[in-house]
């Protein structure tokens, strides 16, 4: 269930990124993250909650939240959040109590990326 978040604890800056696949000069895919930076926040979950949503998508540890814009309302499952070293791969988003005012994102940290 998403909770109500005050825009005043979106305090943690993240790159929102998508990605394009390509070919290189050898022709094999590459693919390159285009971004743009937006503030959140991102809390791990944990207790009855990481439960829960184990129960769905075992990979889920994060929770981020964003308001929702013109760019972050394109928001995939195929996309990343980076804050710092870390990235976060987006499993879910969801339009909080469909106002189409803020995303709860759920995500998956990649562990040695």
Do not use: F
């Amino acid at each position: 269930m998403a909770k109500r978040v005050r825009s005043s604890l979106l305090r943690q800056s993240v790159l929102v990124q998508t990605p394009t696949v390509g070919r290189g000069t050898s022709g094999q895919p590459t693919t390159t993250w285009a971004g743009y930076k937006r503030w959140s926040q991102i809390e791990p979950l944990r207790g009855e909650e990481l439960t829960i949503a184990k129960q769905n998508n075992e990979r889920i540890t994060h929770r981020v939240i964003l308001r929702r814009d013109n760019r972050t309302k394109t928001l995939k499952a195929k996309d990343r959040i980076l804050h710092g070293t870390r990235a976060l791969y987006v499993e879910g988003v969801t339009n909080v109590d469909e106002r189409n005012s803020m995303l709860e994102i759920m995500c998956r940290e990649a562990i040695g990326n």
